[in-house]
């Protein structure tokens, strides 16, 4: 859908090893100094769905497709990027590009880890990467105001509207808050996403952590949470360094290493279930002898729309959608039981498509 998450913060906080282990890979480098991410990496993950195991033993399918998120690992922001300090707006015009943003954020000491502020002071961090990002957005409403105040000298109504909000708008971000928390009406809404603002965009927070306090929680992740509650938004405490290394077992030590550390699954997964939903994704399924499969739709979309997902033609030519869901099939056990209690539906073009639905498309060719 190219639909993309991007992972930010400062230098050195554990962006790439995150990376990394999200993408099973060695693919972005993590290295202890600023800036070994220049080129931003980007990583195709597979969203974790436990329902993809229960639809491959109920219909014995010949092979399982999950659906997938892309990451992007963005280098490392430092004070004065957006005036162009540490290569600032190469790495914001990445930014920019991504729909999301996963920011993660330093939470343990470790001498041997070099810290760019020479400090471990999470919200410090946080405040830093977010006056980057508003002095970026500052800047671009600027740019927007020069061109409409030309366009509000006339008799044109709308550009005047436009400009008081643009006004308001950049008075709002001066005060150092973020234009997601902006309060505008649906008739402005467009405005908003046509200035494409770097903190106009969701946002939740990975907390990287030490071992211990993984288990035990500490003052950093505390203040992250508050933090983050007062945005609206979420934190992922993880513990990178342990992702990095889950990431590289088989399924068998896997599962022994968790277990050992007392996990029920890796910390990533959550990682990834989050980002999916920030993005404004969900998950319907289509399921069968030959193949059980996961397929990415942005939620309330119709059934017309979920079927392109599919291929273009299902769309074009739709004529119903056969739906059942997930719970009813794994309730009771098979189609014909489901069709039998009377759950399995045959709905048209204005149907909104549901997390969990399984479908079957009937279209002209």
């Known amino acids: 859908m190219g639909i993309a998450c991007g992972i930010v913060g400062l230098p050195n906080v554990g962006k790439s090893t995150l990376f990394n282990a999200l993408t099973s890979s060695v693919q972005a480098e993590a290295a202890n100094y600023p800036f070994c991410t220049i080129d931003p990496n980007v990583g195709i993950v597979n969203v974790p769905d436990e329902r993809l195991a229960v639809l491959d033993a109920l219909y014995s399918t010949e092979r399982t497709v999950p659906t997938t998120i892309e990451f992007v690992d963005i280098a490392g922001l430092v004070k004065g990027a957006a005036s162009g300090e540490g290569l600032g707006n190469q790495f914001l015009s990445h930014i920019r590009e991504v729909d999301a943003i996963a920011h993660v954020v330093r939470c343990f000491e470790d001498e041997n880890v070099v ?9 410090s ?60 009406n649906e008739t402005y809404k467009p405005l908003m996403k046509s200035l494409f603002l770097l903190t106009d965009k969701p946002v939740m927070f990975i907390a990287n952590t030490d071992e211990q306090s993984l288990k035990t929680g500490n003052t950093y992740i505390d203040q992250v949470k508050a933090y983050a509650a007062s ?59 030959k193949e059980v499969r996961a397929w990415t739709v942005k939620k309330d979309s119709t059934a017309p729309q979920a079927a392109g997902v599919i291929h273009t033609d299902f ?7 056969e739906v059942m869901k997930y719970a009813d099939l794994q309730r009771l056990g098979n189609e014909a039981a489901v069709k039998e209690a009377g759950l399995y539906k045959v709905e048209g073009k204005e149907y909104i498509v549901h997390d969990g639905d399984i479908m079957y498309f009937r279209f002209n060719v």
């Open 315 to 321: 769309e074009k030519g739709f004529i119903r959608a």
């Open 231 to 289: 945005q609206g938004s979420i934190v992922v405490p993880i513990c990178a360094k342990i992702e990095a290394e889950i990431a590289q077992l088989d399924n068998e030590d896997r599962d022994l290493f968790l277990q050992d550390m007392g996990m029920e699954e890796p910390g990533l997964y959550r990682v990834i279930k989050e980002a999916y939903s920030l993005l404004g994704l969900i998950t319907y399924l289509t399921a069968g002898k």
């Open 125 to 184: 961090d946080i405040e830093t990467i977010n006056t980057e990002l508003l002095l970026k957005d500052v800047e671009s409403v600027e740019k927007r105001i020069e061109t409409v105040t030309k366009k509000a000298r006339g008799q044109d109504k709308e550009a005047k509207d436009e400009l008081e909000i643009l006004i308001e708008l950049r008075e709002f971000l001066n005060t150092g808050k973020t234009a997601h928390l902006f309060p505008v």
């Open 115 to 123: 810290h760019v502020s020479n400090q471990v002071n999470p919200l």
